[in-house]
């Protein structure tokens, strides 16, 4: 069973920084793509970054673009998110999800990551 | 990259077929068969309902059904039932390899 678990959330100030760290099991971790995918409170999914199996390539969403970096561990099957320069519209809960077929199939629970003054 | 648009709410009886919809462009939904629906119930992730505009992964039931239609892309979902109430997210991904989603369609059994 695929299974994938986000860890790292928290409550941090405006300005900070902040990893999360996604956990994998369930199926050959270096043979897929991750993506990371936001959703704010009482609003819509967004999507924040992609990595490719082998992090050849990296795309980030022009929100998040200079301020959060996505890495992967294909050893320790792990997939983060490193995030700086912390807003308030970065309030969210942070899911890491698998990408096959060029859709998302399996998601974590979630994290709660809380920019607050 | 625009977001998708989805209607923000629709509602349906217990039994009932219902579409929602999702619109984008001639550049992005017309072009592509990478696209994917969601359903999320409150305080839960997503689940992937259809895949590759009409596919469904194994578990999920043949109540659901995709399509797609030039710009529009179509989830129906025949007699409804109550556990069909959720929010349901269609996504795009790219040919730049960027995922766009829709805004969201509150699904209301009434």
């Known amino acids: 069973e695929v299974q994938l678990a986000e860890s790292g959330g928290t409550f941090v100030q405006p300005g900070g920084s902040l990893r999360l760290s996604c956990a994998a099991s369930?199926?050959?971790?270096?043979?897929?793509?991750m993506t990371w995918v936001r959703q704010a409170p009482g609003k819509g999914l967004e999507w924040v970054s992609y990595i490719s199996s082998t992090s050849g390539t990296i795309d980030y969403a022009d929100a998040v673009k200079g301020r959060f970096t996505i890495s992967r561990d294909n050893v320790k099957d792990s997939l983060f998110l490193q995030m700086s320069s912390l807003r308030a519209e970065d309030t969210a809960v942070y899911y890491c999800?698998?990408?096959?077929?060029?859709?998302?199939?399996?998601w974590g629970q979630g994290t709660l990551v809380t920019v607050s003054s | 990259q625009s977001a998708l648009t989805q209607p923000a709410s629709v509602s349906g009886s217990p039994g009932q077929s219902i579409t929602l919809s999702c619109t984008g462009t001639t550049s992005d939904i017309g072009v592509s068969n990478y696209v994917s629906w969601y359903q999320q119930h409150p305080g839960k992730a997503p689940k992937v309902m259809i895949y590759e505009v009409s596919n469904r992964p194994s578990g999920v039931s043949n109540r659901f059904s995709g399509s797609k239609s030039g710009n529009t892309a179509s989830l129906t979902i025949s007699g409804l039932q109550a556990e069909d109430e959720a929010d349901y997210y269609c996504v795009l991904y790219t040919n730049t390899g960027t995922w766009v989603l829709g805004g969201g369609t509150k699904l209301t059994v009434l």
């Open positions: 369930g199926f050959t971790f270096r043979n897929y793509g």
């Open positions: 999800a698998r990408v096959a077929a060029g859709a998302l199939f399996n």
